[in-house]
């Protein structure tokens, strides 16, 4: 049995994309009430991801901030976009040769699709993994989705943390709260945080089992003509339908001329991400996902050793 | 019996605001299939109202569209705003002076809220609301809004025309489309043609009778604090409870520490515009409305006489 490293300080982030609100008012609600989020055992902070784009009431102002996080952040750079010179404070700030660095990161998303409360994750780690088997046995309602493929455990702002989650949850427009999805993503927050207690307090956790996660494939872009306008939208069938299976030869989109259009691939497919307001700019009309079951395997002892991540 | 006029133009508009797309996509899918709006008796034209918005997929440039047609539109004033130039172009080519005078408007909308399928008018005149009972006829969920006290009839984009309507539809994000959505409006729209047809052609439509209308009484903002900011969100016993009926003490807003705040005005109203996205920065949470029955007086001879109104 290694010795079992302390996670110190953790930071929950909301606003990385500007109108985003339920994130962003979780977090004015935690810098208002910090009681809320502290825990005995380390440290919580707190971050308006993009507060230039949340006062335009905008997703970002040049680009997605949370694509830009891959970069080496020289200090001699001229950075011009604004969200590239906010990607390198806050790597300053938080990074792993920061002022304070992070070692948990929790950022806060939400989605005009419907994906319900969903955890995102990036990598198979036992310590990932059983923070989510822990959130989906608190809330069987909970989604796991494994984005580990999709370039995002690269350039996003959890990739900043020593362990990076995010959390995702719809439907519900931009620039809009809604109380419902606040609370429940509120009770969640606080559920990640107790499972980070719980670590850290060395208390067992999980035994060995199976999780189900929903694990990136591809993305499907929506029909489009030569000079790249859309011709389809998501098919009444498919709207709202995330996390169920989509079978070869079900609608996928319906033009505007009421043409049908299948999904053509040869195996079932679990699609996320359905018509996501802003995604349409970055051509994906969903994000495809295989539907697995993970073993978890755990220490002898029953322990999890995040030192082994850290 | 006056003289029966004839309606010569309709224009239907879409993408007055840039980030509502299913009148966009509507109005586009018309521009290529123009035979879908064309009726024997009037001229049916189409138009993006803000094609730079929609470009930049926002609501507006400088200004709200909607709200820029209560101006002279001088020739010499140098106007700045983007929208305030886009409206005298407008105004220049379908204006009562205009090059192509539209007799009707029919401006396409949607909403974050649940407005369902609502016909949107300023006015009482018999032939406005002969139309609202027709639409009302054929399909039933159709809801009426007038509008007329909220300073709509002033400086809208319908405002323009001799007669004008909106057409306002929801609940959907800004800057998505919806299919079901989309083929319902499309329905509406076919339905308001039908009635310009018919009453071009000297069709009776119908007897007096009686209509259920939706009428503006006034706003409700955010709860907010000294600097501005929304202290509490929609409660969510009313989140898309759009023309239901809230009594006085039914809980209206929840705040971020969980304080209800209820309706407490002495008599029971219907609100509209529950939540929408694009009102936040307008300082409107909702609109109360007035549930009302409305009479219809038609000619002795049951012809309505669009003379009396054009």
Do not use: W
């Not at 707190?46 to 040049?62: C, E, Q, S, V």
């Not at 690269?154 to 959390?167: I, P, T």
């Not at 670590?199 to 489009?224: A, C, H, M, S, W």
């Amino acid at each position: 049995m290694g010795e079992t490293k302390k996670l110190n300080r953790v930071l929950l982030v909301g606003g990385t994309h500007g109108n985003e609100f339920i994130g962003i008012f979780l977090i004015k609600k935690f810098q208002q009430f910090p009681h809320l989020i502290a825990r005995s055992s380390f440290e919580t902070q707190t971050l308006l991801g993009n507060p230039k784009a949340f006062k335009a009431n905008m997703r970002y102002i040049d680009k997605d901030l949370n694509r830009c996080f891959a970069q080496h952040f020289s200090e001699e750079e001229d950075l011009i976009a604004y969200e590239d010179i906010r990607a390198r404070e806050i790597h300053q700030q938080f990074g792993s040769s920061g002022e304070t660095p992070a070692d948990v990161v929790v950022d806060l998303h939400s989605s005009t699709a419907n994906m319900g409360l969903t955890l995102i994750i990036d990598r198979d780690d036992a310590f990932t993994l059983q923070l989510a088997a822990y959130l989906s046995s608190v809330n069987p309602s909970i989604k796991i989705y494994h984005s580990g493929d999709s370039g995002r455990s690269e350039d996003s702002f959890r990739s900043l943390g020593k362990l990076g989650v995010a959390v995702e949850v719809g439907p519900i427009s931009q620039g809009v709260l809604k109380a419902e999805l606040f609370l429940k993503t509120e009770a969640l927050i606080h559920e990640i945080l107790n499972f980070l207690e719980k670590f850290n307090q060395g208390e067992v956790l999980f035994f060995n089992q199976e999780l189900t996660v929903y694990r990136y494939v591809k993305t499907i872009d929506y029909p489009r003509n030569k000079s790249g306008e859309i011709q389809a939208m998501i098919h009444p069938h498919l709207q709202f339908r995330d996390y169920h299976p989509l079978h070869p030869d079900d609608p996928m989109f319906l033009s505007f001329d009421g043409t049908v259009i299948s999904y053509e691939d040869a195996s079932t497919t679990h699609p996320i991400f359905i018509n996501e307001a802003a995604y349409y700019e970055k051509g994906i009309a969903m994000s495809l996902t295989k539907k697995q079951q993970l073993p978890i395997h755990v220490e002898d002892d029953h322990q999890i050793n995040v030192g082994n991540f850290l």
